[in-house]
């Protein structure tokens, strides 16, 4: 299994952060702002050039209302399955997906809820 590198985990980080602030309308200026550090830093941030610190990912975090650990999720690998005795096992992952989900669900119109349900269904 390869290792993530710091830098690749910093880059996945912030291309995190950046998705969850435009999903939600936040302007780099005023998420910033919000969690008292300039824009070109949460800028460098966002590209993965420096690494974040971690009292501003909980502040931002806390800013974008997003649990921390969804920053984390495409750092993490995958799970398989080792055998029929961790059968019960479930990835840390779905949690946070699903939790996702479940902040999502709300906000979409009735027409992206049905589009969203054919979509599962196609390919479940």
């Not at 299994?1 to 602030?21: C, E, F, N, P, Y």
């Not at 096992?89 to 979409?108: G, N, V």
């Amino acid at each position: 299994m390869a290792k993530l590198t710091s830098d690749t985990a910093d880059r996945k980080v912030g291309q995190r952060i950046q998705m969850r602030r435009k999903e939600l309308g936040i302007t780099a200026q005023q998420l910033s702002e919000q969690v008292d550090i300039s824009q070109q830093q949460l800028s460098r941030y966002e590209r993965g050039t420096n690494k974040i610190n971690v009292s501003h990912l909980v502040n931002i975090a806390a800013g974008l209302n997003t649990p921390i650990s969804w920053f984390f999720i495409d750092c993490q690998p995958a799970f398989e399955e080792v055998g029929e005795e961790h059968q019960e096992y479930i990835p840390i992952q779905d949690a946070d997906l699903k939790r996702r989900l479940e902040q999502i669900w709300p906000r979409l119109t009735r027409e992206q809820r049905r589009v969203l349900i054919l979509f599962l269904d196609e390919y479940t």
